[in-house]
């Protein structure tokens, strides 16, 4: 039983279904400036944060995935915005030795704007219009800024959730000695 | 590992295309997909109640600290509207009562004859994008993918995902939302002239007729009432060749009597056109207007209400807004007309989901 609750896929299940109610539930109604904050997003960023490209691409497209089944947008498009931030927020992690919260908060807040413009700009690729307007740049702001502070919570649970060891996140990226 | 390596853009590959799989599988209608979603609402669904329970003081805390002086001023300013429309409402009902007997003895569908299913709002959109609301009524009541959504203001939305006890509403204000409506202009002043001489040979009724009931009139000649009006006899004149069809209510006796005429082409006339939201900050629009000589220009004011008809998703009359601002195009593209919502879609409550799908879906 433990070794499967210590499995990330589950884990990653285990927070992101509670994760998926309370961005229903509870962040749909508390709309700062009338924008919703984006957790679903914010954990995928922080999943790479935290695991690197790959963890961060599988956690993406996972949250992403679960986000769009209560969506009523096309199923995918979540999972592929989420997929590529969380593949980001891996290889911004993988470039740098040092790793300190605030450099964790610029990432998840730059990414959350990057993935603010590009959902809607995808949606509009595919054929549904009329989410690009001059509002999506007050989303993108307040998205950017509650992300950015969120992800001093929200790094060290994705860290937990893909289950990554003390030691290998302590450890410079192994590239720094090719 | 190296940052480009072949592993790590093998995996991010395979996961952009199984997301661009799942898209179009998604856009193409996939039944498959439809049945993902309803196994994960299945399971997803326990969990949300659970954590709506849970959340619930915490949010309303927020509304209380975020919405407390705007809704003392709004309930200050609704006590005033409340008293200035109670007599109203009541001489109103007498109205539609009056409408729906004329709908009824003339066949033509109206909202009485829908039956509905009324629901709370018990979520909102937790995306950015869509303009989605989640009711707590579903397939268990009857509801369908589809069917409209109104309030006591107006309409709302219409029904997009629908579970065994709960449902999915795009509302109007949302980019993907589209229906035919008609614009009603309202007239201006109402007029009833009187004039002292009547030439028309007419059918003469009886001079105690009343005019609030239906009037018959020979086969070709306008149908027209004049409701509120019973001095008098009714005499309906033939159409005069430019097709101006005239009531003219006057006693039957005396041809040098004054006469009240009523001239049909003061009644309110309508255009039909299709409704789009445009997001919740932005006025949704009418476009696409059929040009129609005698409609004239659309007034700001003119009300808008759905058209129905066999293929609309809603009944024909339900109120949707008023013109507020009319945008001229050049070419054949014709005005675009801006539209204040009748319903406030930023406090919904309670809706009513009517039980109506068109004749074309198989009723």
Same mark, same amino acid.
């Given at each position: ?47 790479? *944060? ?11 497209? *996972? ?54 413009? *590009? ?23 307040? *998205? ?35 | ?7 790590? !853009?093998?995996?991010?590959?395979? &996961? ?60 200050? /300013? ?38 509905? +299913? ?20 579903? =397939?268990? !009541?009857? &509801? /369908? ?20 006890? /709960?449902? +999915? ?14 614009? +009603? ?6 007029? @009833?002239?009187?004039? =002292? @001489? ?7 009724? =009886?001079? $105690? ?7 018959? =009139? ?7 009432? @004049? ?31 004054? $006469?009240? $005429? ?13 409704? /789009? ?7 949704? +629009? ?78």
């Amino acid at each position: 039983m433990i070794d499967l609750v210590n499995r990330p896929l589950v884990r990653l299940l285990m927070v992101g279904l509670p994760a998926l109610a309370l961005q229903t539930t509870l962040l749909s109604e508390l709309t700062p400036f009338g924008i919703v904050i984006q957790m679903m997003l914010c954990m995928s960023i922080g999943a790479g *944060v935290a695991a690197g490209p790959e963890g961060g691409a599988l956690a993406g497209f *996972v949250l992403g995935l679960m986000f769009d089944f209560v969506l009523t947008s096309p199923l995918g498009l979540s999972a592929l915005v989420y997929g590529l931030c969380g593949f980001a927020g891996g290889f911004a992690f993988s470039t740098s030795l040092a790793n300190p919260r605030w450099l964790n908060a610029v990432t998840c807040a730059g990414l959350s704007a990057t993935a603010m413009f *590009v959902q809607p700009v995808a949606a509009n690729w595919i054929g549904v219009e009329g989410w690009i307007s001059a509002r999506l740049v007050k989303v993108m702001i307040v *998205v950017a800024i509650f992300n950015g502070i969120a992800s001093y919570v929200v790094v060290p649970t994705m860290r937990w959730c893909l289950a990554v060891r003390r030691l290998q996140r302590l450890a410079p990226p192994s590239e720094v000695f090719l | 590992m190296p940052i480009y390596s072949v592993s790590r !853009r093998r995996a991010v590959s395979l &996961l952009a295309l199984t997301s661009i799989l799942l898209i179009t599988l998604d856009q193409q209608g996939n039944g498959l997909v439809g049945r993902a979603r309803d196994g994960f609402g299945f399971v997803f669904h326990p969990v949300e109640e659970a954590t709506r329970v849970v959340t619930r003081p915490i949010q309303n805390a927020w509304r209380g600290v975020t919405n407390y002086g705007e809704l003392e001023s709004e309930n200050e /300013r609704l006590r005033d509207r409340l008293d200035q429309q109670e007599g109203a409402f009541i001489a109103a009902l007498a109205i539609v009562r009056d409408a729906q007997e004329l709908l009824a003895l003339n066949g033509i569908d109206n909202l009485a004859d829908v039956s509905s +299913v009324t629901a709370q709002v018990i979520g909102a959109s937790p995306s950015n994008f869509s303009q989605t609301v989640e009711i707590n009524q579903g =397939s268990d !009541r009857g &509801l /369908r993918v589809g069917m409209a959504v109104v309030n006591a203001a107006g309409l709302v939305g219409k029904v997009t995902q629908v579970f065994a006890n /709960r449902s +999915v509403v795009m509302l109007t204000s949302d980019v993907q939302y589209a229906i035919p409506v008609q614009i +009603v202009n309202q007239i201006e002043n109402p007029e @009833t002239t009187t004039t =002292s @001489t009547t030439t028309t040979t007419s059918t003469t009724l =009886s001079p $105690t007729t009343n005019a609030s009931a239906p009037a018959e =009139s020979a086969p070709g000649s306008p149908s027209t009432t @004049t409701p509120g009006v019973d001095q008098g006899g009714l005499e309906v004149g033939p159409p005069t060749p430019t097709s101006v069809a005239v009531s003219t209510i006057a006693p039957a006796t005396s041809a040098e009597a004054p $006469t009240t $005429t009523i001239d049909i082409n003061n009644l309110p006339s309508v255009e039909t056109g299709i409704f /789009r939201g445009r997001g919740p900050d932005k006025a949704p +629009v009418v476009e696409f207007i059929d040009q129609n000589a005698r409609f004239g220009e659309v007034r700001v004011g003119a009300l808008v209400v759905t058209s129905g008809g066999s293929s609309s998703l809603a009944p024909r009359g339900i109120v949707v807004g008023r013109v507020i601002k009319i945008v001229e195009r050049t070419g054949t593209s014709g005005a675009v007309l801006e539209v204040r919502l009748t319903a406030r879609l930023s406090t919904l409550n309670f809706v009513r989901v009517l039980l109506y799908q068109p004749v074309v879906s198989g009723r």
